[in-house]
């Protein structure tokens, strides 16, 4: 992230010991004449107004005011003695720099005179800024919220879906009857098995990436320029996005209006037609016995094998009358012999989930 400087703006300070209101660049209070304490911050105006005068700004770019540790008075940062003492400046303390004061405000701040003096100050203000008088708070009334009307269509439909999700939760915690189960006998009456193998072809087919992900073999569509990434500094092709200007105190009396900058990269992004392997067929055999085997393939030229599977299910007599397991382990499945004796646990919706020889 890149900070940009975009313009200065006028800061200000209230005299802690009349309150009055100066302008930043002001060292001594223009209502008792008492130098700004080093502990008294500057803080944002209510309307933020662009610096100018190119010497206030050059002033701002030196650093931060030097108090001086005899007399505490204020001076600028370029000074090597104090301008009310003469006192060497080194054992000074200059004034705290980088805090953010808010953000950047241009539009007008609504007035009121002072009942004192007849100044125009912002409403904002608790004291005039000239003579230091309290200024009243205007009084302000909240406006009345408008009552909102609630549609009845809206109550039927939230109470629907109260009692479909209701009803989908009791299904999911009450399905499986509390994950209970119960082992019964079964005898094996039969078996069957199916295995498959995938046959692959190369499949021309529609894709896009970004255009440095593209095969080169592939043939290339349209491109279109879209958001890539971001990067801090500035690349070629970015796009600069900056924030909302905000103001820092540059410990001078003179905020730095400031804006924070990323940079967008946008790239090509493109359609292409690129070949590759995919599903063109599959060789299935099955049988009833306990002798399963593969496929016998004769691949074409262009064709290659993809994945293979397997499938077994040994069937029981049971109490509960015909029951199916299915399992993926040719070991399991071949030690189902017809007539074989088996302990089987099912669980609440009667399937079987384990199966164990007696």
Not at 179 to 186: A, D, P, V
Not at 273 to 295: C, K, Q, R
């Amino acid at each position: 992230m890149v900070r940009k400087t975009v313009g200065y703006v006028n800061l200000v300070w209230y005299c802690p010991s009349c309150g009055v209101k100066n302008l930043g660049t002001q060292r001594t209070c223009q209502g008792c004449g008492k130098p700004q304490p080093d502990d008294v911050a500057f803080q944002k105006t209510e309307q933020d107004h662009e610096i100018t005068d190119e010497k206030v700004i050059e002033a701002a770019k030196k650093g931060a005011d030097i108090h001086c540790a005899y007399c505490g008075a204020r001076n600028p940062a370029d000074t090597k003695k104090c301008i009310q003492c003469g006192a060497d400046l080194s054992s000074g303390k200059k004034r705290q720099t980088g805090t953010v004061l808010g953000a950047v405000q241009t539009a007008e701040v609504p007035q009121r005179l002072c009942p004192n003096c007849k100044t125009p100050n912002p409403e904002t203000n608790q004291t005039c800024s000239k003579c230091g008088a309290p200024l009243e708070k205007l009084a302000q009334v909240a406006p009345a919220l408008p009552i909102k009307k609630v549609n009845p269509l809206w109550i039927i439909i939230g109470i629907i879906a109260g009692v479909a999700i209701c009803i989908f939760l009791s299904i999911v915690i009450f399905s499986d009857g509390g994950g209970k189960t119960e082992t019964i006998s079964g005898t094996v009456n039969s078996v069957h098995w199916e295995r498959s193998i995938a046959i692959l072809g190369l499949v021309q087919t529609e894709k896009s990436d970004w255009l440095d992900n593209i095969p080169q073999s592939a043939d290339l569509g349209t491109c279109t320029k879209e958001y890539h990434h971001t990067e801090d500094a500035p690349v070629e092709g970015s796009v600069e996005v900056c924030g909302t200007p905000y103001v820092v105190d540059t410990g001078s009396g003179v905020g730095e209006e400031v804006v924070d900058c990323v940079y967008e990269v946008y790239m090509d992004y493109c359609t292409y037609t690129d070949y590759e392997w995919s599903v063109i067929d599959t060789a299935v055999v099955n049988g009833n016995d306990l002798d399963p085997y593969w496929p016998d393939l004769s691949l074409d030229s262009g064709q290659q094998e993809g994945n293979r599977t397997e499938s077994y299910i040994c069937s029981f007599q049971t109490s509960q009358g015909k029951l199916d397991y299915q399992t993926n382990s040719y070991n399991e499945f071949n030690q189902c012999q017809i007539g074989s004796e088996w302990e089987l646990e099912i669980n609440s919706r009667g399937q079987i989930i384990r199966i164990t020889e007696k």
